[in-house]
């Protein structure tokens, strides 16, 4: 799938992925490749600053915490992330089922 | 050089310093500490800081944008509160009761001129925010348009505190002290306010971006009728606010001083510190759109 397919849509993925379980960039970025079963190719750089923005709006809180002796940015979903995932679901739906009716 | 040392360089030529680059470089060593040489699949450095700035630099200017409003708001009301404090039966001293003229020409000029610079530059910096709340990334150019009315609306704020505290100091023998001190300190604490809010828009200012489009101008902002013509020759625009606000002044002034000589002197006198405005600031706050070859470039001018 094309960089530019998947940046579109990061913010909801970033969304389903944390909303999964509490994670840090690496983790985040590694579900997202193995939920996809690889499709979402994209320089993996890009899921931070997106995080970053995520987190300004509210849609993420974050912690650091110590693994390993290394310092490490925890995400978790907040309650407004919890129901724009929500709403990004149901938008989800619906196109789908428009392309489909669409397409056949 | 390392990745991660390009990437501190790269954030720092763009601006982004301090506490954020430090939490950014931390964030990607983990990320790299996690799989020894995934470097190549995290971009170019100079793309991915390009990329936070260009974010941090839009989320900045909207922030600071309407923390200037809000302190410029609070200014407002010590301008109110000075005045009824100051003259409680709305009855003003002429200006030889005062100490002297030193002190109340600028006073004056602060605090009849400056407010109405401050509300149109802080109204048009926090419009334009409030427009674009939604965009995750501005152009650099209209983030630059921004912040500079949003730091035209703070020096002309802080023109008005400043011309407050002088009017205080003018008329300091012919007050009581609690009405002049009520005066003072409603002043002296909006303008901390108006100096923390600078702060804010001089940080979002040092964020450089070179996120390319056009800033728009004053009729983005505003539905005004007959724009395609005013845009034309933005004068045109000038001309018919001064004559408007000159017209509302003399009719309001006329009523208030039952004098239609009072009234349009001083009907004249506003519409001429518009006209006067316009010329000086009509370019600074966007009323005339730069052309996309003298936009900048960057954030900070």
Redesign the interface.
Known sequence: MKPDAVNGQLEPLILATVGEESA???AI?QRLKERSGGAFDL????V??AL??ME?DGLLSSSWSIEAG????VYRLTRSGRSTLAERRREWGSFVRAMEAVLG | MSWLEELSDELAARGVAGGRRERILAELGDHIACEPGCEVRLGSPAVLAARFAEELGTDMARRSAFTAFAALALAAAALLISQLATHPTGRYPGFDSGHSLLLFIPAALGMLVAPQLALAAGLLAAWRAIRRRSAPILPAAEVALINRRARIGLIAGLATVVGIELYVADFSASLPAWRLATAGGVAACAGIALLASARAVRRAGEIVSEHAGRAGDLFDDLPLPGSTWLRAQPWRLGSAASIAIALGATLFEWHAERSLAEGLQRGVTEGVLVAVGFALFGRAVGVVAQPPEQEPTALVE
Do not use: I
Request: overall charge positive.
């Open positions: 840090h960039g690496y970025v320089a993996e750089g890009t931070y600053p970053h923005r300004r290394r310092r490490r940015r």
